[in-house]
């Protein structure tokens, strides 16, 4: 409580707003008389009445509070509530959900709910599949393979299976899937070409640059553009094969197609049933030869059956009967 | 006194227990501020100890690691008036200085002011039994003195072995091993009221703890206040605490008088309370800030505020100049020093080779102490302050200081009392079959 302030009063009229502010300011030095409200006390001085001051707590701890303080600076106990009372709680618990049935099923019956309702949200769901990088036949070959039923859930589809179904297919070198946002996915293929066509039998193998099948044709027909193989193992030598088709282009007309003879080398056959039989080594270097006195002579045109340029040193033609019987009809007319 | 003698002998085993554990708590409670501190050792100079370097290698290898100071409640005169007041204060100081340490103490070492300290000057003569002294000679030249009527109800705090003799040599410190034929003792007792002690020991306990040895303050402030050469040459500390001022004298490294005068920086406190009429709160206040002994003409133009917080106006607003505090602190602190010049002239102190006077605690930093001090002690007066202690924060440095910081080189480097011996009839006493095959041979 301050002291009444004995200044001089104000000498004159004193304004409204000057009459407040002397009676705020007097406000703490008058003492109530008797019982006045907090509310009155505001609304006739302007101010708030000053909270009664809090007696002083006595620093000292109770006798308790100091005993407990001396028993947590034993580093004992304090190891023990630090370490030890965590510990036992865990281990308490952990008996109890194992050994409570009941809990453990709930508890797995919730979390199974949790993951479910996860997973069945939108953001989840395939709705497409897209196909990239191969042939219009190819894609649908694909999808038929998979045959899987959009919507989908991403979670029931494993991808390293689908992965390994579409490298199934002859057709597909390598594949990649990727689960892209939108619920779609996407089917990276890079598909085998077939550059040549290998018969076996009845059926035509297409095969790609490394002897890979690629798919089987059942009429030549349908892929002329592609040169026609066959023997046995003639897989094995396609670039030798290529490039024996590559030289043979001034004759491509009456190609029909290479031979593998004995798993060593090459025949070359021509309609009207020549053959050009090529050595094992140097195949390449005896079609040039045949080529050039074909350029010469138009050895292909005459009724040769077979040259035989097995013998690089020794060429030998077998003509037609029909031409060896005028040769020898001309020679016993001569 | 047997029964203090095997209290005594009990705390010592208490502080060896103690120093093995290496936390050592002290507690200085005085009439107007009770400090603990709590000191730990270095273990490795504790190993040396062990292997027999004996006490000196403790000196100075502690290190204050928790200091708590509180108001002391329920102390008059240095004396334990309200048991349960003090201990609510002594749990405070004991509880902040661990949580500072964040180590728990069992054992502590306390000091008081009061107690009616009286001192003893007591001589013992015996035959040395084998040709040189051996411990038990100096027990039996120990309890060779003959001890003086103490009066009911006193009993020894103290009971140092001052200066030993041997034939021809008249002062020997240590004269263990020595050869020679006739041992002396001059032995500096120190008696105060058992039921001070008593006190004490309840309040401690009732917190916990165990008592490991209990010093007079007189003696603390002085091993911390007094330096080396001083205590060699003679000199006298005086401790003015709050509630009465302890009065040591030191000779040749030992206290061979101790005294208290029952007055202090309370009664300066409550003179200006009256002189004044105003509260103690208020009274303090201004004795520490205004406080002086000696007035000038600057003081008369000093005016001070008192506040007497009545509420009343003309009360509260009063002002004095500082000569006028200065004249009711003066007579106070006149009579405080007079009565100690009585009690030193009481010790003789004016027969000693050096009279250095060292005033500490803290009533002594009044301004202007030192020169009322000259003027009635004697020339040779300084304020001293306590020795630096390992660890001790800057606010715990001051003379206020003296007797908590003494009381800690006690206790790592203890003085060698009556009851470090073993006295020959506990020695007799110890062996009673030995005792009674004796008396057979010799009746037989």
Same mark, same amino acid.
């Given at each position: 409580?301050?002291? #009444?302030?004995?200044?001089?009063?104000?000498?004159?009229?004193?304004?409204?707003?000057?009459?407040?502010?002397?009676?705020?300011?007097?406000?703490?030095?008058?003492?109530?008389?008797?019982?006045?409200?907090?509310?009155?006390?505001?609304?006739?001085?302007?101010?708030?009445?000053?909270?009664?001051?809090?007696?002083?707590?006595?620093?000292?701890?109770?006798?308790?509070?100091?005993?407990?303080?001396?028993?947590?600076?034993?580093?004992?106990?304090?190891?023990?509530?630090?370490?030890?009372?965590?510990?036992?709680?865990?281990?308490?618990?952990?008996?109890?959900?194992?050994?409570?049935?009941?809990?453990?099923?709930?508890?797995?019956?919730?979390?199974?709910?949790?993951?479910?309702?996860?997973?069945?949200?939108?953001?989840?769901?395939?709705?497409?599949?897209?196909?990239?990088?191969?042939?219009?036949?190819?894609?649908?070959?694909?999808?038929?393979?998979?045959?899987?039923?959009?919507?989908?859930?991403?979670?029931?589809?494993?991808?390293?299976?689908?992965?390994?179904?579409?490298?199934?297919?002859?057709?597909?070198?390598?594949?990649?899937?990727?689960?892209?946002?939108?619920?779609?996915?996407?089917?990276?293929?890079?598909?085998?070409?077939?550059?040549?066509?290998?018969?076996?039998?009845?059926?035509?193998?297409?095969?790609?640059?490394?002897?890979?099948?690629?798919?089987?044709?059942?009429?030549?027909?349908?892929?002329?553009?592609?040169?026609?193989?066959?023997?046995?193992?003639?897989?094995?030598?396609?670039?030798?094969?290529?490039?024996?088709?590559?030289?043979?282009?001034?004759?491509?007309?009456?190609?029909?197609?290479?031979?593998?003879?004995?798993?060593?080398?090459?025949?070359?056959?021509?309609?009207?049933?020549?053959?050009?039989?090529?050595?094992?080594?140097?195949?390449?270097?005896?079609?040039?030869?045949?080529?050039?006195?074909?350029?010469?002579?138009?050895?292909?045109?005459?009724?040769?059956?077979?040259?035989?340029?097995?013998?690089?040193?020794?060429?030998?033609?077998?003509?037609?009967?029909?031409?060896?019987?005028?040769?020898?009809?001309?020679?016993?007319?001569? | 006194?047997?029964?203090?003698?095997?209290?005594?002998?009990?705390?010592?085993?208490?502080?060896?227990?103690?120093?093995?554990?290496?936390?050592?708590?002290?507690?200085?409670?005085?009439?107007?501020?009770?400090?603990?501190?709590?000191?730990?050792?270095?273990?490795?100079?504790?190993?040396?100890?062990?292997?027999?370097?004996?006490?000196?290698?403790?000196?100075?290898?502690?290190?204050?690691?928790?200091?708590?100071?509180?108001?002391?409640?329920?102390?008059?005169?240095?004396?334990?008036?309200?048991?349960?007041?003090?201990?609510?204060?002594?749990?405070?100081?004991?509880?902040?200085?661990?949580?500072?340490?964040?180590?728990?103490?069992?054992?502590?070492?306390?000091?008081?002011?009061?107690?009616?300290?009286?001192?003893?000057?007591?001589?013992?003569?015996?035959?040395?039994?084998?040709?040189?002294?051996?411990?038990?000679?100096?027990?039996?030249?120990?309890?060779?003195?003959?001890?003086?009527?103490?009066?009911?109800?006193?009993?020894?705090?103290?009971?140092?072995?001052?200066?030993?003799?041997?034939?021809?040599?008249?002062?020997?410190?240590?004269?263990?091993?020595?050869?020679?034929?006739?041992?002396?003792?001059?032995?500096?007792?120190?008696?105060?009221?058992?039921?001070?002690?008593?006190?004490?020991?309840?309040?401690?306990?009732?917190?916990?703890?165990?008592?490991?040895?209990?010093?007079?303050?007189?003696?603390?402030?002085?091993?911390?206040?007094?330096?080396?050469?001083?205590?060699?040459?003679?000199?006298?500390?005086?401790?003015?605490?709050?509630?009465?001022?302890?009065?040591?004298?030191?000779?040749?490294?030992?206290?061979?008088?101790?005294?208290?005068?029952?007055?202090?920086?309370?009664?300066?406190?409550?003179?200006?309370?009256?002189?004044?009429?105003?509260?103690?709160?208020?009274?303090?206040?201004?004795?520490?800030?205004?406080?002086?002994?000696?007035?000038?003409?600057?003081?008369?133009?000093?005016?001070?505020?008192?506040?007497?917080?009545?509420?009343?106006?003309?009360?509260?607003?009063?002002?004095?100049?500082?000569?006028?505090? #200065?004249?009711?602190?003066?007579?106070?602190?006149?009579?405080?020093?007079?009565?100690?010049?009585?009690?030193?002239?009481?010790?003789?102190?004016?027969?000693?080779?050096?009279?250095?006077?060292?005033?500490?605690?803290?009533?002594?930093?009044?301004?202007?102490?030192?020169?009322?001090?000259?003027? #009635?002690?004697?020339?040779?007066?300084?304020?001293?302050?306590?020795?630096?202690?390992?660890?001790?924060?800057?606010?715990?440095?001051?003379?206020?200081?003296?007797?908590?910081?003494?009381?800690?080189?006690?206790?790592?480097?203890?003085?060698?009392?009556?009851?470090?011996?073993?006295?020959?009839?506990?020695?007799?006493?110890?062996?009673?079959?030995?005792?009674?095959?004796?008396?057979?041979?010799?009746?037989?």
């Amino acid at each position: 409580m301050r002291p #009444i302030d004995r200044r001089e009063p104000p000498v004159g009229h004193a304004t409204p707003l000057e009459n407040i502010n002397q009676r705020k300011q007097d406000a703490p030095n008058i003492a109530p008389l008797g019982e006045v409200s907090a509310e009155k006390m505001e609304r006739l001085f302007g101010q708030k009445t000053p909270e009664p001051p809090t007696p002083r707590l006595d620093p000292a701890p109770s006798r308790t509070k100091y005993k407990m303080q001396r028993l947590w600076l034993r580093p004992m106990v304090r190891g023990a509530v630090r370490t030890g009372v965590p510990l036992v709680t865990l281990l308490a618990l952990g008996t109890y959900f194992l050994t409570n049935d009941t809990l453990r099923e709930r508890f797995t019956q919730t979390l199974q709910e949790a993951r479910s309702s996860i997973q069945s949200r939108p953001e989840f769901q395939i709705e497409l599949m897209k196909i990239n990088g191969a042939s219009e036949a190819l894609s649908k070959e694909v999808r038929t393979a998979l045959n899987l039923q959009f919507p989908l859930n991403s979670f029931e589809l494993n991808l390293e299976k689908v992965k390994d179904k579409v490298e199934l297919i002859e057709a597909v070198k390598t594949a990649s899937l990727f689960l892209r946002s939108g619920g779609l996915l996407e089917v990276d293929i890079d598909e085998r070409m077939p550059v040549v066509l290998w018969r076996t039998g009845r059926e035509l193998d297409m095969l790609d640059a490394n002897g890979e099948r690629t798919g089987i044709l059942t009429s030549r027909l349908d892929r002329l553009d592609l040169p026609l193989i066959a023997g046995e193992a003639a897989e094995e030598h396609i670039d030798e094969a290529l490039e024996l088709y590559a030289l043979a282009k001034p004759i491509a007309g009456r190609l029909r197609g290479l031979r593998r003879m004995g798993m060593r080398r090459w025949d070359m056959i021509l309609d009207r049933g020549q053959t050009i039989q090529l050595p094992e080594a140097n195949a390449a270097e005896a079609l040039n030869r045949v080529l050039a006195l074909n350029a010469a002579q138009q050895i292909l045109a005459r009724d040769v059956v077979t040259i035989d340029m097995r013998d690089a040193t020794r060429p030998i033609l077998r003509l037609t009967d029909v031409a060896t019987e005028i040769i020898r009809v001309n020679a016993t007319n001569e | 006194m047997q029964s203090l003698y095997e209290t005594q002998k009990a705390m010592r085993q208490k502080r060896r227990a103690a120093l093995q554990r290496g936390v050592v708590a002290i507690l200085d409670v005085g009439t107007s501020k009770i400090v603990c501190m709590i000191l730990q050792f270095d273990p490795s100079v504790q190993m040396n100890a062990s292997a027999g370097m004996g006490a000196i290698a403790n000196h100075g290898s502690f290190r204050v690691i928790g200091v708590a100071k509180t108001r002391s409640r329920g102390v008059k005169l240095g004396e334990i008036s309200t048991m349960e007041e003090t201990e609510r204060a002594v749990r405070t100081a004991v509880q902040g200085a661990q949580k500072m340490a964040n180590v728990r103490v069992d054992h502590v070492i306390a000091c008081f002011s009061g107690a009616r300290p009286r001192s003893y000057g007591l001589a013992g003569e015996v035959e040395v039994e084998t040709g040189s002294v051996t411990d038990m000679d100096i027990g039996r030249v120990l309890a060779s003195c003959d001890t003086p009527y103490f009066g009911e109800g006193r009993e020894a705090i103290h009971a140092m072995p001052v200066n030993f003799a041997l034939d021809q040599n008249p002062s020997l410190s240590d004269p263990r091993g020595q050869i020679g034929h006739l041992l002396s003792v001059d032995m500096h007792l120190l008696t105060i009221d058992t039921r001070v002690l008593q006190n004490l020991m309840a309040c401690v306990k009732r917190c916990d703890m165990e008592l490991a040895g209990v010093v007079s303050s007189a003696y603390a402030s002085a091993i911390s206040s007094l330096v080396e050469d001083e205590q060699e040459l003679g000199a006298a500390c005086i401790d003015i605490g709050g509630g009465s001022t302890s009065v040591s004298v030191f000779l040749r490294k030992h206290m061979i008088f101790a005294d208290s005068v029952r007055i202090g920086g309370d009664h300066v406190t409550s003179d200006l309370s009256l002189g004044l009429q105003v509260p103690r709160n208020t009274a303090e206040r201004i004795k520490c800030i205004h406080g002086g002994v000696v007035a000038t003409s600057m003081d008369d133009r000093d005016m001070i505020d008192v506040d007497g917080q009545t509420g009343d106006w003309d009360h509260d607003r009063r002002q004095f100049t500082r000569s006028e505090i #200065i004249g009711i602190i003066r007579p106070r602190v006149e009579e405080i020093l007079e009565e100690v010049h009585h009690k030193l002239q009481a010790a003789r102190f004016d027969t000693l080779p050096s009279q250095r006077i060292v005033l500490t605690g803290g009533a002594s930093q009044i301004p202007g102490m030192e020169g009322l001090a000259s003027r #009635i002690l004697g020339q040779q007066v300084r304020l001293g302050r306590p020795l630096r202690v390992h660890g001790l924060p800057q606010a715990a440095t001051g003379p206020d200081y003296a007797a908590p910081v003494g009381l800690a080189l006690y206790a790592a480097h203890p003085q060698d009392e009556c009851w470090d011996f073993d006295s020959p009839a506990q020695r007799i006493g110890a062996k009673p079959m030995k005792r009674a095959m004796q008396w057979v041979k010799e009746n037989w």
